[in-house]
């Protein structure tokens, strides 16, 4: 496969998109999304062709859970596609102009950045989503999606082509590297001269990769070791089925809770119920000391499960004195993902707000919800876990830039 000439392509696209009418854009968004649901049972046989190979090849069953396609799970990715149609343009706001005293107005103006590039790993529905958010803000796209998902992506990237194609627009605008080769990986990672910024989507591994052998600006979107802290005064039922939900909704994705931290005044009382509770879906819970003597179902726990991302049917469960302990807990092992207390304190509520370092921060309420999608940005490109440029799920506004323009009337400098 011939890199450069992709990403010489994605160059001419990006320029052609830089400059494209909003009303334009809405309706390819509004027509993808259309065919993507008249070709359902097309991209669910070549899913199918994924599927069976993850299955041969002995994939987890939250890896296979990412994978899979539906057709309640397509029409999910359309209404993305309409929900990012629906959503203001940033491209061209202008967020500031102000006068200096020589007269000059120096205002910044939103701009697409480009060339984006996403590597990922078994969610094809990112296929979908990359497109209609870097397509709105003008931006051409490059995917590298992981072998596990190529048949899912080629067809869903078939599809959105020949839309582009019908309306006139560069099929080049999205363009997916279907070289399975980890070389071929590793050259796109370095071509900064096509490509402006690189985004991975998936394990800790494959973004520990790019950060370390990109030569293209990354921005990291973390693994999600996301914990629920139980306060004291937190209402069981509450505390129980939002843990449930945190844990076991889907099992695969990044914003599931992997670790609990409770107050050890409640643990003899809570942890039985919600030992009850996860037994529903056969999860397995490993605890520390006091958390043992509190139920017969609870395994110990070993030092690494405080920082482990399971990304299966196992959760961690550690006691504390205070909410002191628990925060300093949590960010001791956590990945800067999302993070959730269930209590009825409202001064614990506030600290914990403040002082868990972390992209999302939640306040009686599942992690689950920590998605572009549930936050109304119709779509994500990824949860950065970094703080420059962009943090938490990233919409539309995280993939621009801006510039400055100027207006004068003959000013220079003395």
Sequence with gaps: MDLIQLGKQAKEAAAFMSNCKTTAKNEVLYAVAETLEEQTDRIIAANAVDMERGKENHMPEGLLDRLHLTKDRIAGMSEGLRQVAVLDDPVGEVLSMKERPNGLRIGQKRVPIGVIGIIYESRPNVTADAFALCFKTGNAVILKGGSD?????????????????????????????????????????????????????GGAGLIRAVVDQAKIPVIETGTGNCHIYVDESADFTMAADIIFNAKTQRIGVCNTCESLVVHEKIAKDFLPVLVSRLEEKGVQIRGDELSLSCSGEIVPAREEDWGTEYLDYIISVKTVSGIEEAIAHINQYNTGHSEAIITKDYRNAQKFLDEVDAAAVYVNASTRFTDGFEFGFGAEIGISTQKLHARGPMGLTALTSTKYIIYGDGQIRP
């Design 149 to 201: 998902a190529l048949e899912s992506n080629k067809a869903i990237v078939s599809v959105i082509q020949a839309v582009l194609s019908r309306h006139a627009f560069p099929e080049e605008a999205i363009q997916l590297i279907t070289d399975t080769d980890r070389a071929v990986t590793a050259e796109f990672m370095k071509m900064n001269q096509y490509v402006n910024v690189l985004i991975p989507r």
